[in-house]
């Protein structure tokens, strides 16, 4: 039996799956099947709803973040029209942390890295960009 801590938190429950369109993560109908097509062959991967316990962490972590300035370069890339997690609040940690670089894809929905073309390149672009800049010559 599963501990309190262990139940999925008010509204969620164990992984279902979503036809293509209701999916909330991608644009992309390949990606979205050879996801499905993954968890399928995976059970043991199958992500559902959020435990009280991963609630309860993730709430701790966001009161300590609001209150938290961070000095080394961050990089925030934002779906505009994500459905899972909330953008006003990454655009109110991004007002106390000048120091961010703040990426907006409007179009793309949660699963940035499983969009469709166009959006995925722009993604990878932006991180390999991000990253180039901190290295130097010699790879440090």
Known sequence: AKSKIDCFSLGTDDYLAKPFNENQLTQSALRYQLFRQTYQQNPAIQLGGVTVA?????????????HTTLSLP?????????EIVENSAQDSWLVHNKNAEYKLFATAKHELLCEQDTIRTAVITSIYTFFDLLTTDSGS
Do not use: H, T
């Open 54 to 66: 991963w609630l309860n962490a993730a709430l701790s972590a966001i009161k300590e973040l609001n």
């Open 74 to 82: 961050v990089l925030l890339l934002q779906a505009g029209q994500d």
